[in-house]
């Protein structure tokens, strides 16, 4: 299985054709409704604006590149994920992308937070999240990071190997604590946008084998520890999914070991998380369902597994990141050059060049993703034609958007804007090249508020002990 989707179909063609799903627009000018936020449109005078700010005065303003979060869509999203899945509680996974304003919001919405490592337990904490209502992942966790799970109180820890059973233990009778803990089972089944697999096993590094025995062996040792307390399994089977069919496969699997825990170690397993992976369209190609269906859909399939297994419905939890904040946020680049490259024949190819890249989103090199953008600064009378917008760093993989239609005129100095970046972006930007990562402005309402700010050379610089002061 590939695990990135669009690959097949973008190196099959001669090179200057557009892939299959992406279909030349009717008008260049319109955003397409579920790519973007909520506030997002293009006024009168050609401009796009969120949460009622022109993108060009915000690049004005803040300059380029820059992430742009539209508040009232990420709180409403939560909201709306929240209220789609009542009765679970709802782990905002925070690696998608998260800093204090942002955790603020988080908290004030009711959701939980998901962290899994220190530098996020760190954050969440020093931002003054309630360390009751975080989660704390990640199959290689340090004891020291243990221990300031611990010593903070956090809600609960998500085991994932019999030494960390062990050590746990330790370090909580040490500190006198008795944790709550979740084990991550793999339940064999690996969901990528529509499509899954569901294999005997699964060869990752994350969570105990249900099909090894080594969950349910796992299980019998946390039971048997004094200091720990199981509250029950995890299983995140993937991400970018749109529909429940790779849960079905999961949940029986999963539920299937709790109940053999109830049967045979005499316990009943208060909860069941499902994991995060809840997917988002980035193009035209992605059709994900909407919260209430997924939430319906999961609720039934636990339902009728339960009664299929005689055993009560344990209290359910998930753990989305991208289905929250993914769409709340576009990245607005500045247009340097443009350059017609030929590809053989009469063929040739639009480049867009603009003032970011893999340093502000990895995704398209890292998984071959695909995002759309558009014409920001002004609206065109132009046809459009087919484009790729691409970074500044030295990679030829350096690419923003493998292919969209742009309006013919398209020219140094234009903003562009690409949606849907809010997850998994700023969270995973470097320093390539010595490019600073862009700060984040979250907008609201025609105002504008500096979030994350932009790292300037001095960042850079300061941990390079050797440089002349
Ligand atoms: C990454 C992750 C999530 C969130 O995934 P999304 O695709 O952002 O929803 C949730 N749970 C676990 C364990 C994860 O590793």
């Not at 085991?159 to 370090?171: A, G, H, V």
């Not at 062996?217 to 520890?225: C, G």
């Not at 890292?366 to 132009?382: F, G, I, Q």
Request: hydrophobic letters at 40%.
């Amino acid at each position: 299985m590939s695990r990135a989707h669009e690959a097949g179909a973008l190196h099959a063609e001669a090179g200057h054709r557009e892939p299959h799903w992406l279909r030349p627009p009717l008008d260049v000018n319109a955003l397409v409704p579920q790519l973007w936020s909520s506030t997002a449109h293009r006024g009168g005078d050609g401009r796009v604006r969120v949460g009622g700010m022109a993108l060009t005065d915000l690049a004005a303003e803040h300059g380029t590149p820059t992430y742009v979060l539209d508040e009232a869509d990420f709180r409403s999203r939560a909201a709306a994920f929240c209220s789609a899945f009542a009765g679970f509680d709802v782990y905002y996974s925070g690696k998608a992308f998260m800093c204090a304003a942002l955790l603020d919001w988080v908290a004030a919405d009711g959701l939980n937070l998901d962290v899994c490592s220190g530098g996020e337990l760190g954050l969440a904490l020093r931002a003054g999240f309630d360390p009751r209502r975080i989660g704390f992942h990640g199959n290689n966790k340090s004891d020291a990071e243990l221990v300031r799970a611990l010593d903070a109180g956090v809600g609960r820890i998500v085991l994932d190997s019999l030494q960390e059973i062990e050590r746990l233990s330790i370090l909580a009778e040490r500190s006198a604590a008795e944790p709550n803990v979740l084990l991550r089972v793999t339940v064999g089944v690996e969901a990528h946008t529509h499509e899954y697999i569901a294999t005997a096993h699964e060869d990752q590094k994350f969570g105990f084998s249900i099909a090894g025995g080594d969950a349910y062996e796992a299980t019998s040792r946390v039971l048997a520890d004094p200091q720990l307390r199981l509250a029950g399994l995890h299983s995140h089977i993937g991400s970018q999914i749109w529909d429940t069919s790779g849960f079905e496969v999961a949940v029986r699997r999963v539920l299937a070991l709790h109940a053999r825990v109830c049967d045979e170690l005499g316990v009943t397993l208060p909860e069941l998380d499902l994991g995060g992976g809840f997917g988002i369209a980035y193009t035209t190609q992605d059709d994900p369902e909407p919260f209430d269906v997924l939430a319906k859909g999961l609720r039934d399939i636990v339902d009728y597994e339960c009664r299929a297994l005689g055993i009560a419905v344990p209290a359910l939890s998930v753990e989305p990141g991208r289905a929250i904040v993914g769409p709340a946020m576009c990245t607005l680049y500045e247009v340097g050059t443009t350059k017609q490259v030929p590809l053989g024949g009469e063929a040739t190819r639009l480049y867009v060049s603009v003032d970011g890249g893999m340093s502000d989103n990895i995704r398209p090199a890292l998984y071959d993703a695909d995002y759309s953008c558009t014409l920001a600064s002004r609206a065109s009378p132009e046809p459009a034609i087919l484009a790729r917008v691409v970074g500044k760093h030295c990679e030829s993989g350096d690419i923003v958007v493998k292919d969209e239609f742009l309006p013919a005129d398209v020219q140094p100095g234009d903003l562009l804007a690409v949606p849907g970046t809010g997850a998994y972006c700023r969270s995973l930007a470097s320093n390539y090249n010595h490019v600073p990562r862009p700060g984040v402005v979250a907008v609201r309402d025609g105002a504008c508020q500096v979030i994350v700010r932009r790292e300037t050379e001095d960042d850079m610089f300061v941990l390079d002990v050797g440089m002349p002061a």
